[in-house]
DNA sequence: GAAAGAAATGAATGGAAATTCAATTCTTGT
DNA sequence: ACAAGAATTGAATTTCCATTCATTTCTTTC
């Protein structure tokens, strides 16, 4: 018995694991998942490619947790902004906003993030994820209804269809190639538009 | 010289080509595209792996063309619909309950053809087929637009959220385990009523 | 029915990338 | 300083599949 495992080497253990979760942001923000490769993301945590299956079980699953993680940065921003002072509509055009905005400033981890093709149990954290979007949006959604200023309708499948509709108006203009960075706010505010304009109106021609 | 290719021959070397394609399809259809081997994909053809290589070149461009097959089929039911008789409102609305019925009957299909991660070739098909069906509702808005049914906004934009809306609003329901096929028409009711609001609307206060 | 050529076969090959593990380096308590 | 045990390393191994190709089967023509 000459050996334990003192308070600080539980801290520089634990805090090798964040910077190899750290990593795998950074690099899928470079190449994607499709270029994140394990030996990638470990040089770039700055450990040898063993040490990473000491903190992860499997690929998948360091991957998933890192998306999981950046996701929940990312819910967590969207749901300070739902739940500021206001009115629902107005909380949730800026929750849209914001998203929006977000996701493109950083194309690439973004579209990572939304769309790319990666391991089953990061598709799996995902949906998780996505859900968790849905959720603000459809409090959001049911606020106003409550408020009178959204009609009555299905909120959870309009949460779903905003979501839908989010990442599909950013994944067009994600793709591509070049920083679009001059369109980024006139992009943020028609995909806003859209996405109020659909739970928040009533027939055009009648009324 | 004993040998000349005849039409028979020529028949039967395109009916396994189609049957290759047919293949694809089934076996997507069952395990995406991510459990789609060639070999699996062979077999289901009832051909052997190395034959596969006689009419394709690769993987990628065998799955493309699938996708490009399947994807062509959809648009013309869709595009057929939107040809009708009728205001642009009510082409628009039968055609995305027409996109959402069919996504709904073969759920599997559907989300690997429109959503599932697969090889790069795969992927740009997609993009084509996307907007293929984008140009479609697109020009239905414009046509609303035109009639005075819808308010001006940008078509674009608003095409592609209705794709997002209906995709994302088909991925939820598709994602349970059991065959809600009692629901079916339910939901392609309320996925094509909340479509048909976000671009047939104005501002529920106002006026 | 035999020769010439084409098409089909499927086991073997190859490559890429995840995962392992024997050897090494680092930590701790005495 | 040293022994006991952990953590780290990264080259070697394993795995997974697309792709190939020597061999076999089928078609045609004479």
């Known amino acids: 018995m000459?050996?334990?495992?003192?308070?600080?080497?539980?801290?520089q253990l634990q805090d090798?694991?964040?910077?190899?979760?750290?990593?795998?942001?950074?690099?899928?923000?470079e190449v994607g998942f499709r270029g994140a490769q394990v030996v990638t993301v470990a040089e770039a945590a700055g450990v040898a490619t063993g040490t990473v299956y000491r903190h992860f079980p499997s690929k998948g699953d360091l991957f998933a947790e890192a998306l999981t993680l950046n996701a929940g940065h990312e819910i967590e921003v969207v749901t300070a902004v739902a739940r500021s002072e206001g009115a629902a509509m107005a909380r949730l055009a800026d929750a849209i906003r914001t998203f929006a905005l977000r996701a493109i400033r950083a194309p690439r981890l973004a579209w990572a993030m939304i769309?790319?093709?990666?391991?089953?149990?990061?598709d799996a954290a995902r949906l998780v994820s996505r859900r968790a979007f849905a959720d603000v949006f459809e409090g959001?959604?049911?606020?106003?209804?409550?408020?009178?200023?959204?009609?009555?309708?299905?909120?959870?499948?309009?949460?779903?269809?905003?979501?839908?509709?989010?990442?599909?108006?950013?994944?067009?203009?994600?793709?591509?190639?070049?920083?679009?960075?001059?369109?980024?706010?006139?992009?943020?505010?028609?995909?806003?538009?859209?996405?109020?304009?659909?739970?928040?109106?009533?027939?055009?021609?009648?009324?």
């Open 2 to 11: 000459a050996y334990r495992r003192t308070d600080r080497v539980e801290e």
């Open 16 to 29: 090798k694991r964040n910077r190899i979760l750290q990593a795998v942001r950074t690099v899928v923000g």
């Open 115 to 122: 769309a790319e093709p990666a391991e089953p149990e990061v």
């Open 140 to 207: 959001l959604i049911a606020d106003g209804i409550a408020e009178g200023d959204f009609p009555p309708q299905n909120a959870r499948l309009a949460a779903a269809g905003l979501i839908g509709a989010l990442t599909e108006g950013l994944i067009g203009p994600l793709a591509q190639d070049a920083d679009s960075q001059p369109d980024a706010e006139a992009l943020a505010r028609d995909i806003t538009a859209f996405c109020l304009q659909a739970v928040s109106a009533r027939p055009f021609k009648e009324s």
